[in-house]
């Protein structure tokens, strides 16, 4: 059964540091998608990795898959307010279109 | 283009009261996904379709129905609702193929059961 854990699942940050958010998953998958969410508001999607060592850059979010670790990274670089967020990981058992997804981070940025 | 959408927005219900959820996609997307989304518990999967006339049972079926007769809507029926039915539900639609297959996500339903 594939589980995906996302950690920190709580992060306080002050504007203009740097961090990570790491998303582990436990069984074979080549392909892993992160989304945003703002309180009471839908899902967007953000990135979508598609290969081992794919790595995709928006704005301040820098998002990066490895396959073999079974691990994915959202770094946030000199963040601003506007970043407040969670932030889910979805990943697909291989072969398969389904999503399985993590608990999410809820990251609140302050001034 | 609309993308997707969900009706109603807003629902209260008693336990036992049934009601059906309308989703609509105007993406002609082939797979249409039913969420449920609970406090610190992420997004899980009610039901999926990967085309008209298809629908398949995903990590929390039971209490929930669905039907797809025609591609661009996708239905969720609670037949008799019971308080743990409580939460926000989202649609989404997906092109269906590999390898990106990105879901795209409606506004959500909230739904309250006393």
């Known amino acids: 059964e594939l589980k995906v854990e996302q950690n920190p699942l709580f992060l306080s940050m002050q504007e203009g540091k740097n961090y990570t958010i790491y998303c582990n998953y436990s069984?074979?998958?080549?392909?892993l998608y992160w989304y945003r969410q703002d309180p009471g508001k839908s899902l967007e999607s953000l990135f979508v990795?598609?290969?081992n060592g794919a790595v995709k850059q928006e704005g301040r979010l820098m998002a990066s898959l490895d396959t073999k670790a079974r691990l994915s990274t959202l770094h946030i670089t000199a963040a601003v307010h506007d970043l407040s967020a969670t932030y889910f990981c979805?990943?697909?058992?291989?072969?398969?279109?389904?999503?399985?997804w993590g608990a999410g981070t809820k990251l609140i940025i302050k001034p | 283009n609309a993308g997707v959408t969900q009706t109603p927005k807003f629902r209260v219900l008693k336990t036992g009261q049934s009601m059906t959820l309308l989703c609509a996609q105007d993406?002609?997307?082939?797979?249409m996904y039913w969420y449920r989304q609970d406090p610190g518990m992420g997004l899980r999967l009610i039901h999926y379709?990967?085309?008209?006339?298809?629908?398949a049972k995903g990590e929390v079926p039971d209490g929930y129905n669905v039907s797809r007769l025609k591609k661009q809507n996708f239905l969720l029926g609670l037949e008799s609702a019971a308080p743990s039915q409580t939460s926000v539900y989202f649609c989404?639609?997906?092109?269906?193929?590999?390898?990106?297959?990105?879901?795209?996500f409606g506004p959500g339903t909230r739904l309250t059961v006393l």
């Open positions: 979805a990943v697909p058992p291989r072969g398969n279109y389904q999503l399985i």
């Open positions: 069984t074979t998958s080549d392909r």
């Open positions: 990795l598609l290969s």
């Open positions: 993406m002609n997307h082939e797979y």
């Open positions: 379709s990967v085309g008209e006339g298809t629908t």
């Open positions: 989404a639609s997906s092109q269906g193929q590999i390898p990106s297959n990105e879901q795209f």
